[in-house]
Each structure stands twice: as structure tokens, then as C-alpha cells.
């Protein structure tokens, strides 16, 4: 082709092209207005390729040198608003390695030896997710660190435990807050896992096969701080099975939050009343003076609908692929950055927002004290008296349609009132029919005793900093 027809083509696939892409096809196969994000780690990839190619001496070392350097101009550009992203040049990787030509000549134009855009945006993909894992990590265990300290300064304090949200036990707020604590732990050994599993690098699958070049994959994967390059070059460029994998754990940290939006935006309305959010964290309406809306749950609990349509959007992006690489996997990178910016946005806003709720201690106490919460402790204490547990049910249901008639909660009975029940009864019935004698009483490892939040919490702060 002479010089002027291939100037009408893409300079990088150009070469057996007769006439230009389609101005449409460009914009419509472009990914460099998303993918440009990725470009610390291309440029990472692209060090890591050019000194293994140097090593094994198919790039000389002025070759290496010019390329490290412009890499570096390259990245100076791009992070100082200097860099002329293009559209034309369809991606973050051509971008750069246009540009770096343009800078260094013919060492440019060598770098791409051995090395195809399928295994870089391979590699690419999993150095960036790798580096947001860790971050998002970090935030859950900030989160989590929070939510430590409240459940210690509010261990002593009651609230109503629900079941079916109806009023079931006294809880201590302590308890309900490390209940959260465990569900944040998994999520983020649910992320551990993922960027574990995806620690390994594609980088000299090349297009699907491999290459001819004597490639040394050991020593790019070690560079890039990869456990060990990838088993199988096929596998290696074609599945997008680890960002299904991150978006999957993602999904369940935020249903997971969406729980916690739902139970924060139950207690601060006025018929809970049980909590006080930040006001920072709230906004007003702009009709009604006397609201204080809590919008971050709320949009927190909203997003976990856009977090679960990414996962579903990437199993069936993935689904029925032929290997190895297809086009579709460039649809894997919108849903994808998506949940990360998602994840780390809800997690940012728990973090400052979950450690600074306020208790209304003398509401939840009162809400406690209703709906017969102690029942169950008024049957076990039966049961000590050496009733059997089946009667001691029917024994307390009775007390309990009493207490509705009369408007009397069980703690607040007479002693000859509780005994037309059970003559067993004695006085020393009200220990137990107290709020705090109820939740002291479930003192066992996992139980709502405020002395096992304490210990809970003390065990927890240990494994948080490991
Ligand atoms: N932009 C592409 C992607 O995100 C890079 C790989 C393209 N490879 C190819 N042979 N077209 O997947």
C-alpha cells in the first residue's frame, strides 16, 4: 500500500485495509473514553513487557532506555492535562503507544513486539481492579473500625430486637451494630478471595496462542507484583470470569448496605425515633420546612440496584463466548468501573456517616419496654421453676392477652396478677422481666449480654488489624 492510501487507515491495523473506518464504526468500537482510566497500569504493563524484551535481547538497551523514557513523558502528559486522547486511535493502549512513538521514533514502534491488546487489556484490567480491591478493603475495614467503637459506647444500651418486624427480644444497639460488623467481614474476605484468585498475569498470551519470542512470563508477572503468569494463553485473554467474580461480592456488600439504609431509615423517622443522623449526612425539602431527609441511605440503598444489573450485565457478556478473545469482552469495562466507583462512593459515605449515628436511648428503651418483649424470659424462668417449656408457652400467651387487655406490659404487673397464671411465680420474677435482666441473661459467646458485646468487640479489634 503506498504511503498515502495507508495514511487513510489506521495506523496501527492499517495494512491490509483499502479504505478508511467508517466514521460512525469509530466512535462506535472507540473505548478510550472509558478505558483511559486504565492508564497507570498500561503504562505499568508496557515497562514490565519492554524490560523483559530487553532481557532476553530483542530490544536493545537504547531502545529500552528511549521507551522508559518516553513512558514517563507519556505519563507526565496524561497526568498534567497535556495528553490528546483520540478517539481515532480507538483505545487507551494505542493512545499511548502512539504517542510514545511520536516521542522516541522507531524504540516505539517495537514495543508491541510479542505482545497483542488482548493480553494487555488482560493485564490492564486486573492490575487496575487489583489496586481498587485494595482500596475498597481498606474502606470496609475503616467502616468496620467505626462501627467497633459504637458498639462499645452503646453495648448497655436496649432497643427492641425484631423479628418479622415485630417487637422479639431486647437487644443491646452494640449487638445490632456487630451483627453488621460480621456481615462487612465477609464481604471483605469475599474481596480478598477475588483478588487473590486474579492475581495472575496474562501478559505473553499475546493474541491467544502465545508467541514466537523467547518471552521470560515469569519475570514480567514478578514485575508487576503477580503471583505467576497465567497457565493458559486461551484462557488467559478471553475470560473476564474475576470482574464477574468482584461484581458478584459487590452485590452482596451492598445488599448488605441496603439492609443497614433500610434499618437507618426505619429508626430516624418519627415513628421510630430511635436514632439522630449526622446532619451533614441529611438533606431538607424545599416545601416542607421540618424535614430532615435521610437521603444517604436511601441512595445507598437505591445503588444496589445498578450494582446487582452489572453482574447480571456481565454473565451475560461472558455467557456462551467462544474462546478466546471477542469484541464483547470491551463491554466488560463500563459495568465494571461503575460498580468500583459505586462500592468505594456508598462505602466513603458509610465510613463518616455509620460511627456518628446518635442513639435516643430513652425512645428505644421505651420501644423495648413494648410489645411484651421479656415473654420469652418470663417462659424460661418457668421452665427453671420446673414447668415444661410447651406449657410455659401457653402459661405466658395467657399472661401476654392479659397484659393487652389491661394495657399492662409483663414487667409491670403485680406479682398476684402474674401469679394467676402460675403460682409458681415468686418476686424474683422481675429480675428477669427487666429490660437489662433479659439481654444480661443471654451471656454466652455470640449472645446480646452487654459483657459478650465487649468481648466481642475486643476480639473483633484484633482481627481487624491483622
Ligand atoms: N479495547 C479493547 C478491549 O477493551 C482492547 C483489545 C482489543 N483487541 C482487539 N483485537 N480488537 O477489549
Redesign the pocket.
Known amino acids: 500500500m503506498s504511503e498515502q492510501d495507508s495514511s487513510k487507515t489506521n495506523s496501527a491495523w492499517g495494512g491490509r485495509f483499502s479504505e478508511q473506518t467508517d466514521a460512525f464504526v469509530e466512535q462506535f468500537t472507540?473505548?478510550v473514553e472509558f478505558?483511559q482510566r486504565m492508564y497507570k497500569q498500561d503504562l505499568a504493563g508496557s515497562r514490565a513487557h519492554a524490560r523483559m524484551l530487553s532481557k532476553i535481547g530483542v530490544l536493545s538497551k537504547d531502545d529500552l532506555t528511549a521507551i522508559l523514557d518516553g513512558l514517563d513523558s507519556v505519563e507526565h502528559e496524561i497526568e498534567n492535562g497535556m495528553f490528546d486522547w483520540s478517539v481515532a486511535k480507538?483505545?487507551?493502549?494505542m493512545n499511548i503507544e502512539s504517542r510514545l512513538t511520536e516521542l522516541v521514533g522507531d524504540a516505539g514502534k517495537r514495543l508491541h513486539t510479542g505482545r497483542?491488546?488482548?493480553d494487555?487489556?488482560a493485564t490492564d484490567i486486573r492490575l487496575y481492579l487489583r489496586d481498587n480491591i485494595a482500596d475498597i478493603i481498606a474502606l470496609i475495614k475503616q467502616l468496620q473500625s467505626g462501627l467497633l467503637d459504637l458498639a462499645e459506647a452503646e453495648s448497655d444500651t436496649i432497643l427492641p430486637g425484631f423479628t418479622h418486624l415485630q417487637v422479639a427480644q431486647p437487644v443491646s444497639f452494640g449487638h445490632h451494630m456487630m451483627a453488621w460488623f460480621e456481615m462487612l467481614s465477609r464481604d471483605a474476605s469475599r474481596f480478598e478471595d477475588c483478588s487473590a484468585r486474579m492475581n495472575i498475569s496474562p501478559l505473553g498470551a499475546a493474541?491467544l496462542a502465545g508467541t514466537s519470542y523467547p518471552i521470560d512470563r515469569e519475570m514480567t508477572a514478578k514485575e508487576m507484583g503477580f503471583d505467576a503468569p497465567a497457565n493458559n494463553s486461551l484462557d488467559a485473554v478471553s475470560d473476564r470470569d474475576f470482574a464477574i467474580e468482584f461484581c458478584s461480592a459487590a452485590a452482596i456488600l451492598l445488599t448488605h448496605m441496603s439492609r443497614m439504609s433500610e434499618e437507618m431509615v426505619l429508626w430516624s423517622s418519627a415513628q421510630f425515633d430511635f436514632i439522630e443522623l449526622p446532619d451533614r449526612y441529611c438533606t431538607g425539602s424545599s416545601i416542607m420546612p421540618q424535614k430532615k431527609n435521610p437521603d444517604v441511605p436511601e441512595l445507598v440503598r437505591g445503588k444496589t440496584g445498578r450494582v446487582n444489573g452489572h453482574l447480571i450485565c456481565l454473565l451475560t457478556l461472558m455467557k456462551s463466548q467462544p474462546l478466546a478473545?471477542n469484541?464483547d469482552?470491551?463491554e466488560?469495562?463500563e459495568p465494571l468501573f461503575d460498580t468500583i466507583d459505586t462500592v468505594t462512593g456508598c462505602l466513603r459515605a458509610f465510613a463518616d456517616m455509620v460511627p456518628a449515628i446518635q442513639c435516643k436511648h430513652a425512645n428505644m428503651y421505651r420501644a423495648a419496654k413494648q410489645g411484651f418483649s421479656t415473654a420469652t424470659d418470663l417462659a424460661d424462668y418457668l421452665v427453671r421453676k420446673g414447668v415444661a417449656f410447651r406449657d410455659a408457652h401457653e402459661i405466658v400467651g395467657k399472661a401476654v392477652a392479659y397484659g393487652l387487655e389491661t394495657d399492662k406490659d409483663l414487667g409491670d404487673m403485680e406479682l398476684a396478677e402474674l401469679q394467676q397464671f402460675c403460682e409458681v411465680i415468686s418476686k424474683d420474677v422481675f429480675d428477669v422481666l427487666t429490660l437489662e435482666g433479659s439481654v444480661a441473661a443471654r451471656n454466652h459467646i455470640g449472645g446480646t449480654a452487654p459483657k459478650q458485646v465487649r468481648a466481642a468487640v475486643k476480639k473483633a479489634r484484633k482481627t481487624l488489624k491483622t
Do not use: F, I
Request: net charge negative.
Open positions: 472507540a473505548s478505558d480507538e483505545d487507551v493502549h497483542s491488546r488482548n494487555q487489556v493474541a478473545y469484541k469482552n470491551q466488560d469495562k
